[in-house]
């Protein structure tokens, strides 16, 4: 079977488990890889670091990986609507998205996979600039928690109901959000990378500690910093033993901190690039991927190009192994597959319209650095691209926003038996 074909419904329903019968509502893709190469400027090599290739010139007849279009959510919300951050229950059942732009409140959607149906409409404010900039599930999945940027609130919901159950006030100033949020495997706890610091909020005890950083984090050049250090995004292993955070802040030197599970102490440090926003943690916890933004590059004067790169570092020798420029304008996002085999990013390319730009969804092969499949994602009515990504728990769903959420079925190209 050729790498421009898929599954038969009957096939893909089995593959994902959670998708009902045969009745998609929308038509299948049968193409959703991309079929004309973009022009880049080079990559100049780094000694002992694999070049992360831009593009393949075709892509893989036979891809090790594949995309399927089920189905979408959310079209016709609301006109002038789009959706941004998607996260998967951890049984991969249910969706959280929330919605962008609009002249209403936003809010937070759930979904329930198989049978498609709204569950329910998280309201989170009357006021339409106020943003959700994180949504994560507690471990059990009868809770999600969710994340408001201006106000510096995190809300405990019942996935259940739809009813708040809690709201923690992060502090702050009100230019130092709450931008990132993780579940501890104990069902109970949540990481909350806030502009106060980053707080572990007990949601059963209803208490909160704030984690200090200060000595972890080297004070900037030049700098004199008048606030601590804090973690813009953080994410858990699989086996949820250790959590990692990035400190990205003018002050301060760029920074990955790695912090045991249980103890919540830091166990390993590791410089980074500055102009670091995206942050994947290895499900292993063996490497970290981040974007950085690289002055060094060679000069460019079409406005089109930007100079973000995407590295990847080795957490216990903290040396980068992977970079490159994945995209000819820039990083979205960017998450592990749950196997940690492919790296998964959203980007731009901005040559594909005149004063605009296409969203492009490409998967990383991390053992040779090499794209083997991409797929194109909807722009919104803003010009809005894909805040987040997500892969559910089981590997086989890919979730991605935009003027709806697009949910594809992944398929992986089955590996020959050694002798």
């Known amino acids: 079977m050729s790498g421009r074909h898929f599954l038969s419904c009957l096939c893909v329903t089995a593959l994902t488990g959670v998708v009902g019968a045969c009745s998609f509502g929308d038509p299948a893709d049968e193409d959703v890889g991309q079929t004309a ?20 010139e075709p892509l893989p007849a036979d891809p090790p990986i594949r995309f399927k279009k089920l189905f979408a959510l959310g079209r016709g919300w609301q006109r002038g609507a789009a959706f941004s951050f ?9 969706l959280a998205a929330s919605r ?54 995190v809300f405990l919901w019942d996935v259940q109901t739809g009813n708040l159950l809690e709201t923690l006030d992060a502090g702050g100033k009100a230019n130092k959000s709450v931008t990132g949020l993780a579940a501890f495997p104990d069902g109970k706890r949540v ?17 909160q500690e704030t984690l200090s950083l200060k000595e972890h984090v080297p004070v900037g050049r030049f700098r004199t910093p008048t606030y601590p250090g804090y973690c813009s995004s953080a994410a858990f292993t699989a086996d949820g033993s250790h959590f990692a955070g990035n ?8 920074t990955l901190l790695v912090f045991d599970g249980k103890t919540c102490r830091v166990t390993g440090v590791s410089p980074i690039r500055p102009g670091n926003y995206f942050l994947a943690y290895a499900p292993d916890g063996s490497s970290f991927a981040a974007d950085y933004y690289d002055p060094d590059l060679p000069h460019s004067f079409d406005p089109t190009v930007g100079k973000t790169v995407v590295g990847i570092w080795d957490v216990r020798s903290g040396k980068k192994i992977l970079a490159g420029r994945l995209f000819n304008w820039g990083t979205c996002d960017l998450t592990y597959t749950r196997d940690g085999k492919y790296l998964v990013a959203a980007g731009v390319h901005r040559d594909r319209l005149e004063g605009g730009g296409t969203p492009v969804i490409g998967v990383w092969d991390l053992s040779t650095g090499k794209v083997v499949n991409e797929i194109r994602a909807a ?18 769903l890919l979730a991605v926003p935009g003027p709806e959420i697009e949910i594809y079925a992944i398929e992986y190209a089955q590996q020959p038996k050694r002798r």
């Open 86 to 94: 998607v996260a998967f229950s951890p049984n991969g059942r249910i």
């Open 247 to 254: 400190v990205n802040d003018v002050l301060y030197a760029p």
């Open 37 to 56: 190469p973009v022009t880049i400027e080079p990559f100049p090599p780094e000694v002992g670091v694999k070049p992360l290739d831009h593009q393949a």
């Open 191 to 207: 990481i909350c990378c806030a502009g106060s610091g980053l707080i572990v909020w007990d949601t059963d005890r209803k208490t």
């Open 100 to 153: 962008a732009e609009g002249r209403q409140p936003n809010e937070v959607a759930l979904w329930d996979l198989q049978s498609r149906k709204l569950l329910h409409r998280l309201a989170h404010t009357n006021d339409p600039d106020e943003r959700v900039g994180a949504i994560a599930f507690l471990s059990g999945g009868d809770r999600v928690v969710t994340a408001c940027w201006k106000r510096n609130k």
């Open 379 to 396: 722009s919104s009515p803003f010009g809005l691209l894909p805040a987040s990504l997500a892969i559910s728990p089981d590997n086989k």
